[in-house]
Nanobody
Framework: QVQPVESGGGLVQAGGSLTLSCAAS????????MGWFRQAPGLERDFVAG???????LYADSVKGRFTISRDTAKNTVYLQMNSLKPEDTAVYYC????????????????WGQGTQVTVSS
């Protein structure tokens, strides 16, 4: 069993930066694909970024060039560096882990965190 635990959310002004962290509870993340998703009020949960256990990355078009996903195997932690934040980035951000091929579908991920709120003010 793997339990992702997110942290680092908060309130930031447009144009600012924020780094989210996702730590593992239970088994190590090292052989898991990891993903970040977000859900704004009234909308579906959308893919943001993913990273394979080998370090390959994938991004949603809406965040490409602004967000960076990375992982620190020694710390069993995955990060989402968010730069040039926009009000439309406001959402609850979820970390997810899966032992299948990584991708943008939420169905590829079996374990989900509780989420952390990110609010970007204009």
């Amino acid at each position: 069993q793997v339990q992702p635990v997110e942290s680092g959310g908060g309130l930031v002004q447009a144009g600012g930066s924020l780094t989210l962290s996702c730590a593992a509870s239970g088994r190590t993340f090292s052989t898991f694909s990891m993903g970040w998703f977000r859900q704004a009020p009234g909308l579906e949960r959308d893919f943001v970024a993913g990273i394979s256990w080998l370090g390959s990355t994938l991004y949603a078009d809406s965040v490409k060039g602004r967000f960076t996903i990375s992982r620190d195997t020694a710390k069993n932690t995955v990060y989402l560096q968010m730069n040039s934040l926009k009000p439309e980035d406001t959402a609850v951000y979820y970390c997810a882990a899966g032992d299948r091929v990584y991708g943008s579908s939420s169905k590829l991920y079996d374990y989900w965190g509780q989420g952390t709120q990110v609010t970007v003010s204009s």
